[in-house]
């Protein structure tokens, strides 16, 4: 699965947008983008996931670049719950292994 | 549903003993993961299990580590010896398609 790259930390205001930045320049045609994030000392969310087209449900939505180098993931309206790390993970189709980084810690400020 | 329900919560044990963690993946869900969490080390997935059948165990760091899935409706991971260093936090994990819900986690400290 390809590499993927992802600032360490970001912050953002409450009730303003979130955008979550993630490089993956090596992903090959069948691999997807997944979005997961981990609320301090809870397990993983599932967040969204997609391929090449842009994706949204009730949580976020997702932004892929036409050459699927870079991807990111808005958070619309943030609030202090949203504080958690945010992990950008490249996914063969069809595989299930999810191979987790350093993530990006999202803090949300009031 | 409950989500995924994971037992004990919190494990504190002296080194050398036998640890043994408990996990129920949602009903209906057919496949099983099992997570370690460290600061150093990230989370890490160790073991997963589809339709009760371990698929990749490339992650288990040593023959002190097995884990087990006898029914669709409940996994183990038992650690024999522990040693100071298996101190983490410890997820299981379930799926039916493509996204995987996870437990609360087993907070695991060896002493």
């Known amino acids: 699965d390809a590499k993927t790259t992802q600032p360490p930390s970001m912050d953002c205001a409450e009730g303003r947008a979130a955008n979550l930045p993630c490089n993956h320049s090596?992903?090959?045609?069948?691999?997807?983008v997944y979005w997961y994030r981990q609320i301090h000392s809870q397990g993983p969310q599932y967040i969204i996931h997609?391929?090449?087209n842009n994706e949204t449900n009730e949580m976020a939505s997702l932004i892929i670049t036409e050459d699927r180098k870079s991807s990111t993931l808005i958070l619309p309206h943030a609030t202090l719950r949203d504080t958690a790390v945010y992990y950008c993970?490249?996914?063969?189709?069809?595989?299930?292994?999810?191979?987790f980084g350093k993530g990006t810690k999202l803090t949300v400020n009031p | 549903d409950a989500g995924v329900i994971q037992s004990p919560r919190h494990e504190v044990t002296e080194m050398g003993q036998e640890v043994t963690l408990r996990c129920k993946p949602i009903?209906?869900?057919?496949?099983l993961f099992w997570y370690r969490q460290t600061m150093m080390r990230g989370l890490e997935l160790l073991i997963y299990?589809?339709?009760?059948?371990?698929?990749?165990d490339s992650g288990m760091p040593e023959d002190r580590f097995s884990a087990k899935m006898p029914n669709a409706s409940f996994s183990t991971l038992k650690i024999q010896p522990s040693e100071p260093r298996d101190s983490a936090v410890y997820f299981c994990?379930?799926?039916?398609?493509?996204?995987?819900?996870f437990g609360p986690g087993t907070r695991l400290t060896v002493t």
């Open positions: 993970i490249a996914l063969q189709g069809g595989s299930e292994k999810l191979v």
């Open positions: 994990a379930s799926s039916l398609r493509y996204e995987q819900y």
């Open positions: 009903s209906g869900h057919n496949s």
């Open positions: 090596t992903i090959s045609g069948n691999e997807y």
């Open positions: 997609g391929l090449k």
């Open positions: 299990f589809n339709n009760n059948v371990p698929i990749d």
